[in-house]
C-alpha cells in the first residue's frame, strides 16, 4: 500500500502557467514533507520542503501548500519555465527519522 | 559532484545471472540507502543501512541483498536477476546540513539495470 499518493501522473503546462502537483497521505506520524526534482539521467534533488505547523512554504516560484486536516499537500510552480520541465517527487517522513516514502511522481512538461 | 558514486551506470544482464550495484560516498554519513524507480511506482525503498554493518529491509527487499563492511561502500547484490528487477537503481545517503533535525537525501546518478 503506497504510503503516500501523488497526482497527476503527467502535466502540461503552458510557459508562464502555473503548475499544481498534489499529494495526499494516510500516515498522521508524518511530520516532514519534502518535494524532489528530478532531471533526465539524473537523480533527485531536494527542491523544498514544510512541516505540518506551517500552512505554506515559498521559496521563489515554489511554494508549497499544506493542509493538515486534510492530509493533504501540493506543490505550486507559479511563472512555469521550460527548465522546470522535470519529475517531481513528494515524499514523508518523520523528522529525525531517515525512512523517506515517495510518491509516484508528475512529470512536468513546460511548453515553450 | 554529490558526493555519491553509482557504478556501473548501465548493465545488461541475463535471467539468473548475479549481478552487483556499487555505491560510494565521499563523505562518512551513516545512512545509506537503495531504492528503485519504476514508472507508476515513483520510488520504492529496497533496503537502508543505518551504519556500518547495520542494515534493514525496506518496502521491496526480496530478491536483493546488500552488505556494509565499510561506511562509505553500500552495494546492492542481485542474486538471481529476473526480468522484474529490470529498473533504475538509486543510491542514497542522508545528511542533516542545516541541524535542524530534517534529513536531506542526495541521491547518485542511478544504474540502469536491464534484465533479459
Known amino acids: 500500500q503506497q504510503q503516500v499518493k501523488q497526482s497527476p501522473q503527467s502535466l502540461i503546462v503552458q510557459k508562464g502557467g502555473i503548475s499544481i502537483i498534489n499529494c495526499a497521505y494516510e500516515?498522521?506520524?508524518?511530520?516532514?514533507f519534502p518535494w524532489y526534482q528530478q532531471f533526465p539521467g539524473k537523480g533527485p534533488a531536494l527542491l523544498i520542503a514544510i512541516r505540518p505547523d506551517v500552512s505554506e512554504k515559498k521559496e521563489g516560484r515554489f511554494t508549497i501548500s499544506f493542509n493538515k486536516s486534510a492530509k493533504q499537500f501540493s506543490l505550486h510552480i507559479m511563472d512555469s519555465q521550460p527548465g522546470d520541465s522535470a519529475t517531481y517527487f513528494c515524499a514523508a517522513s518523520t523528522e529525525g527519522f531517515n525512512k523517506f516514502y515517495f510518491g509516484s511522481g508528475t512529470k512536468l512538461n513546460v511548453k515553450p | 559532484d554529490a558526493g555519491i558514486t553509482q557504478s556501473p551506470r548501465y548493465k545488461i544482464t541475463e535471467t539468473g545471472r548475479q549481478v552487483t550495484l556499487m555505491c560510494h560516498q565521499t563523505?562518512?554519513?551513516?545512512?545509506m540507502f537503495w531504492y528503485r524507480q519504476d514508472l507508476g511506482h515513483g520510488l520504492r525503498l529496497i533496503y537502508y543501512?543505518?551504519?556500518?554493518?547495520?542494515?534493514d529491509k525496506g518496502e521491496v527487499p526480496d530478491g536483493y541483498v546488500v552488505s556494509r563492511s565499510k561506511t562509505e561502500n553500500f552495494p546492492l547484490t542481485l542474486e538471481s536477476a529476473t526480468r522484474s528487477q529490470t529498473s533504475v537503481y538509486f543510491c542514497?545517503?542522508?545528511?542533516?546540513?542545516?541541524?535542524?533535525?530534517?534529513?536531506?537525501?542526495?541521491f547518485g546518478a542511478g544504474s540502469r539495470l536491464t534484465v533479459l
Open positions: 542514497a545517503r542522508a545528511s542533516n546540513p542545516t541541524g535542524s533535525g530534517a534529513n536531506v537525501l542526495t
Open positions: 500516515n498522521t506520524a508524518f511530520d516532514y
Open positions: 563523505w562518512s554519513h551513516s545512512y
Open positions: 543501512s543505518a551504519a556500518a554493518d547495520i542494515t
